[in-house]
């Protein structure tokens, strides 16, 4: 029922133009690898992890107006919870997603019931975020059975008929399964935005406190969407830990990783369904662009990563305030009106 109400929301009731715009994007994507090199082909892993990441932290921050500055902990957490079950205990990654999101939605439940119960909400919802994804880093640096500070190795097993199921193949198999997510995540906000919880969700992030008077159980909605955008991100660190092979706290629970999470539903369009999928795209071929041209002139900028993002973010607040999507979709007549925009999950930036 689910699938056949995604379906619906993002192919039937879209607009003609809409429809083969979307059916040529989901049949260029699927040929990449036939004709992509491995270095595109890692390019464009990197732009579908990022667009799913960006998918998941979009359904608590854009459906439902939860700031979240510490995604990362949901990412970190997921990747050493499967990767600790495969590399101990030789239990396949299929199943430590599970256990993965499990463990994830129970971390969102604690922070987010801290929160919620006690009123903690926008700035300080924020911080309490931060503060949790930074206890955890701390905690992990010192757990030794995962490798702690110095980090954590799953072992790499030549290819065979079992690289599907230890998720051990190579880029294609990696790619179709960033593609496959992406998807998933795409078809889960386009169900959300037409269900209850979505017309909840968006009456809440608008004003929490007439949604509250109208009826909606803003608590219960407040932790539906926490707990699905940190049962998405867990997958993300499965992905994570099973395509480099490698952990460290300090990398996959860092601030960076949380704001590189983030940029891409912004710079694209915080509540949209394509806004982090464009964004993540741009933000990617942006940096892998820079990079490249500064290697041709043989030049190193620490940070430049960073320095790309920060200008990137800045020229968006300034002139797109509501990100590229919204306004590029409407010029392309994807979107003709405040209605669509609105049932896509995005506001009028005009």
């Known amino acids: 029922m689910a699938i056949r109400h995604s379906l619906r929301a993002v192919w039937v009731d879209a607009p003609a133009r809409s429809r083969l715009a979307l059916l040529a994007l989901f049949v260029l994507l699927a040929a990449v690898p036939l004709a992509a090199d491995r270095y595109v ?6 732009v579908l992890f990022l667009a799913f990441v960006g998918l998941a932290w979009n359904i608590m921050m854009g459906f439902c107006g939860q700031l979240s500055l510490g995604h990362a902990l949901y990412v970190g957490l997921g990747a050493y919870t499967a990767a600790a079950l495969y590399q101990h205990f030789a239990i396949v990654p299929w199943i430590g997603m599970l256990v993965a999101i499990v463990v994830c939605v129970l971390a969102a439940s604690v922070i987010g019931w801290l929160a919620f119960r006690f009123g903690i909400g926008g700035t300080y919802f924020a911080l309490l975020t931060i503060a949790f994804a930074e206890f955890t880093r701390i905690g ?3 757990f030794q059975w ?16 079992r690289d599907w199921l230890n998720l051990r193949g190579g880029p294609w198999m990696f790619y179709y ?7 998933i995540a795409f078809l889960l906000s386009a169900w959300l935005l037409r269900s209850r919880a979505g017309f909840y969700f968006r009456a809440i992030r608008d004003n929490e406190e007439a949604a509250r008077a109208a009826g909606v159980n803003t608590f219960r909605y407040k932790m539906f969407a926490v707990q699905i955008s940190a049962g ?6 499965v992905f994570y830990a099973f395509y480099y092979n490698n952990l460290f706290p300090e990398q996959i629970f860092a601030m960076g990783r949380s704001i590189e999470i983030i940029l891409a539903p912004i710079i694209g369009g915080i ?25 041709a002139f043989d030049l190193e900028i620490p940070g430049v990563k960073q320095i790309i993002y920060g200008v990137a973010l ?31 999950g995005g506001r009028d930036d005009e």
């Open 41 to 46: 082909l890692s390019v464009m892993i990197m």
């Open 140 to 142: 992990f640096d010192h």
């Open 146 to 161: 995962v490798g702690g500070s110095g980090g954590f190795f799953l072992r790499v097993v030549p290819g065979g008929t």
């Open 177 to 183: 399964l960033a593609l496959g997510l992406t998807v």
């Open 232 to 237: 998405l991100t867990a997958l993300a660190g």
């Open 271 to 295: 509540g949209t369904l394509f806004g982090p999928v464009l964004g993540a795209a741009l933000l990617t071929l942006l940096s892998e662009g820079i990079t490249h041209a500064l290697e």
């Open 314 to 344: 800045a020229l968006s607040i300034m002139f797109m305030p509501h990100g590229i999507w919204p306004a590029l979709a409407r010029r392309l007549g994807f979107a003709r009106s405040r209605a669509e925009l609105e049932v896509k």
